[in-house]
């Protein structure tokens, strides 16, 4: 299933909630695919910010690095 084809049935499960209500297997369904979505876009903002760079004014690149977790 594609990422269009998941916001679809999506955005198709949230107007039948509001209108008349959803079963438990499609409360099921929406809540995987919500998860499904949500995992998507973090593994695409992942990526992305993977491969940005801070250019300074002087024009020296540094590429971002994951923060350190406190403990």
């Known amino acids: 299933m594609t990422m269009d084809e998941v916001i679809r049935r999506i955005n198709e499960l949230a107007r039948k909630a509001k209108s008349e209500g959803l079963t438990e297997e499609e409360t099921a369904e929406r809540n995987a695919l919500r998860r499904q979505y949500i995992d998507a876009f973090k ?10 760079y801070i250019v300074t004014p002087d024009g020296k690149k540094t590429k971002l690095t994951k923060k350190q977790e406190r403990s």
């Open 43 to 52: 593994r695409s903002l992942t990526v992305q910010l993977e491969n940005t």
